[in-house]
C-alpha cells in the first residue's frame, strides 16, 4: 500500500498555498520519519493575477531548494481544467508546466477531475505518461455516481493505457463505508490496476472510510496533517497512521506529534478546519463544503444567518459553488423588485466620484486618501459603513445587502449621511427601520448579463454595491470615477471570480466613464496612485 500526505496541496485552500520553507522542512522530515510513503508539495498551475504561494506552483527550481529526504517519494497535482481551458494545445501546455521525470525530483502527477472532463483526459494523461511519470488520476465527486457513470469512465480510462493509479474522492465528504465499498466494487468491474481514495471529514467518517478503504484492499489513501483541507478537510494523517500501524508495523505516527503541535495545531486555530454540524448539514444535501467555507469565514455573519442561507440554498443544485446563489441565502430573498422612487438624473454631473472599499489598503493608506479628498474636491461615496475615512469626508454611503444593513442599521443613523439603497430589497418589516435615516430609494434589478441604468433604477449583473454605486453614477453624469480599497480576493475565492465577472459586464455593456484604482488591486482596472499630484 502507499500512504499519500497532501497536506501542502490541500492545506493551501486555507492559506493560499503559502507555507515558510522551514516549516515545510520540519515537516518534510516528520513525514520522513513516520514513514509516509508519497509527500504531494502542490499543485502545478500557470500564473494567476494574484498572489499565491510556491505550492500553488510547486516548480522544480523550488522543490530543489527543498531538503527532501531519500526515503519520500515527491508527487504534485495538476487540475484537469488547468489544461483543458489551456489557450494552446494540451502538449503545449504540458511542457509548460512538466519537464521530463528524469530531470524531475517529482516522480508522480495525479489530475484531479471532475466526470464531465474524463473524455477529454486522455491527450493529458498519456502525455504526462511520455514524459516518464507515475500517473495518478482522481474522479472528483464520486459520492452518489450510479453504477454505470462508474463503470463506463473507469473502462474509459483503462482504455487509455496512461495511468497507474485511478482514485475516487469524496469531495462532497458524504460517503459512508457503504458507499465506499459500493464505488469500489462498480470500479473494479473495469479496472484491474492501482486504486487510491481521497476522503472528505465533513461527517466525521473520513478516518473510517479510509480504514475501510484498507480493508478492502485499496492500496493509495490521502491524508493531511491534523486533516487540513478545503471545508472540513480530509482524514488526519496523524490518526491514520496510530491506526494503520497496529496492521502495518511500517508507520510511525509519534514522529509527527510534534510538527502536528507546533505548525499545524496553530494554523487549524486560525484558520478553523474541521467537522462540525454545519459540514454535517451540508453533506447530507449534497451541499459543497466551500458554502459553509465562505459563510464561515466571512465575519458579518451571525449563526442565525449561517443556517438560514444554508437552508435556503439546499433545495437547489449545490453540488457545485454559485456565489450568487449563496448571496440569495445569505439575504433570504429570492427575486427583488426593481422599482425606485429617487430620480438619480444628473445628481453628480461634472464631478469626480470617489468610492470607498472595504480592502486593507483603505487602513494602509488612510492619511494619503483623506489627502486626496481634500486637495480633489471629490464626491465620496463610501460602500458600506467604513470607520477608517473620517465621515466629514464622506458625502454619502451605499448598501444593497438588506442583511447586511439590518446589522448596522445604527450605524447609520450615527453617521446622519444620505444612503442610496433599493428599498424594494428589503422585506416590509424591515422597512419601518429605515425610517430615521435619509434613503435615496434607487432602485435595482438583477440579470446576470446586464448592466443598465436610468433615472429611477439600474439592472446589474450581481447584488454588489460596486455595480450599483457605478450605475449611479453613470446616470448622474460623473466626470470620473476613482477607486480605493478595492484589493480584490485571493485566486481560490470565488468573490474574485464574481468581480471581474462582473466589470467585464460592464466594460461590454458600453459604460462611458472613466475608471481608476488609486490603492493596490488585483482587479483588471487602469491603475493609478492615490499619492500622484492629480
Not at 6 to 17: E, P
Not at 235 to 262: C, F, G, I, P
Amino acid at each position: 500500500m502507499k500512504l499519500l500526505d497532501c497536506t501542502l496541496r490541500d492545506g493551501g485552500y486555507y492559506t493560499l498555498w503559502n507555507f515558510s520553507k522551514k516549516m515545510v522542512e520540519r515537516y518534510l522530515v516528520a513525514m520522513s520519519a513516520a514513514k509516509v510513503d508519497v509527500v504531494e508539495l502542490g499543485l502545478r498551475n500557470f500564473p494567476k493575477m494574484q498572489f499565491l504561494g510556491a505550492h500553488a506552483y510547486t516548480v522544480d527550481s523550488y522543490i530543489n531548494s527543498l531538503d527532501i529526504p531519500e526515503n519520500l517519494q515527491i508527487g504534485v497535482m495538476v487540475d484537469a481544467k488547468t489544461l483543458l481551458s489551456f489557450d494552446g494545445t494540451i502538449e503545449d501546455g504540458i511542457k509548460l508546466l512538466f519537464s521530463e521525470a528524469a530531470e524531475s525530483k517529482v516522480s508522480l502527477v495525479r489530475v484531479a477531475a471532475h466526470f464531465t472532463e474524463v473524455d477529454k483526459c486522455e491527450t493529458l494523461a498519456k502525455n504526462l505518461k511520455k514524459l516518464g511519470y507515475i500517473v495518478g488520476f482522481n474522479l472528483m465527486q464520486s459520492g452518489g455516481r450510479s453504477e454505470e457513470q462508474l463503470r463506463e469512465k473507469a473502462k474509459a480510462i483503462k482504455g487509455w493505457n496512461s495511468v497507474d493509479v485511478l482514485y475516487f474522492a469524496d469531495s462532497l465528504g458524504n460517503m459512508d463505508t457503504a458507499e465506499v465499498k459500493r464505488i469500489y466494487d462498480a470500479i473494479k468491474l473495469e479496472w484491474d490496476g492501482d486504486m487510491g481514495i481521497h476522503t472528505h471529514n465533513n461527517k466525521g467518517q473520513a478516518l473510517q472510510n479510509s480504514m475501510a478503504s484498507y480493508e478492502l484492499g485499496i492500496e493509495w489513501l490521502d491524508s493531511t496533517i491534523t486533516g487540513m483541507g478545503r471545508g472540513a478537510g480530509n482524514t488526519a494523517t496523524e490518526l491514520l497512521t496510530l491506526e494503520l500501524q497496529k496492521l502495518n508495523e511500517k508507520y510511525r505516527s509519534e514522529a509527527l506529534w510534534k510538527v502536528v503541535m507546533d505548525d499545524f495545531m496553530p494554523l487549524q486555530k486560525e484558520h478553523g478546519w474541521g467537522a462540525s454540524f454545519l459540514y454535517h448539514y451540508a453533506a447530507d444535501k449534497d451541499i459543497h463544503p466551500t458554502y459553509v467555507q465562505n459563510l464561515l469565514s466571512d465575519g458579518r455573519y451571525t449563526s442565525e444567518q449561517v443556517i438560514q442561507a444554508l437552508q435556503f440554498i439546499a433545495p437547489f443544485p449545490t453540488a457545485s459553488f454559485d456565489s450568487k446563489l449563496l448571496a440569495r441565502g445569505v439575504s433570504g430573498l429570492g427575486d427583488i423588485s426593481p422599482e425606485g422612487t429617487w430620480d438619480a438624473n444628473n445628481w453628480c454631473e461634472g464631478k469626480d466620484v470617489l468610492l470607498l472599499g472595504a480592502g486593507k489598503s483603505l487602513v494602509e493608506h488612510k492619511d494619503a486618501i483623506e489627502d486626496f479628498i481634500k486637495r480633489k474636491g471629490v464626491l465620496t461615496l463610501s460602500l458600506n459603513v467604513h470607520h477608517e475615512i473620517d465621515n466629514d469626508l464622506i458625502d454619502s454611503y451605499v448598501s444593497v445587502d438588506p442583511m447586511r444593513m439590518s446589522l448596522e442599521i445604527n450605524e447609520y443613523r450615527k453617521l446622519n449621511k444620505p444612503l442610496f439603497t433599493p428599498l424594494g430589497s428589503f422585506q416590509p418589516d424591515m422597512l419601518s427601520s429605515l425610517k430615521d435615516i435619509d434613503i435615496r430609494d434607487y432602485g435595482m434589478g438583477i440579470d446576470e448579463d446586464k448592466f443598465s441604468a436610468d433615472s429611477s433604477s439600474c439592472v446589474v449583473p450581481a447584488k454588489l454595491s460596486i455595480a450599483y454605486a457605478f450605475a449611479l453614477a453613470q446616470i448622474g453624469k460623473a466626470k470620473n470615477i476613482w477607486l480605493v480599497g478595492f484589493d480584490g480576493y485571493s485566486g481560490d475565492d470565488p468573490r474574485q471570480d464574481e468581480m471581474i465577472k462582473v466589470l467585464d459586464i460592464i466594460k461590454q455593456s458600453g459604460f462611458g466613464l472613466n475608471v481608476t484604482c488609486l490603492t493596490p488591486s488585483n482587479y483588471p482596472l487602469a491603475q493609478g496612485s492615490v499619492y500622484a499630484p492629480y
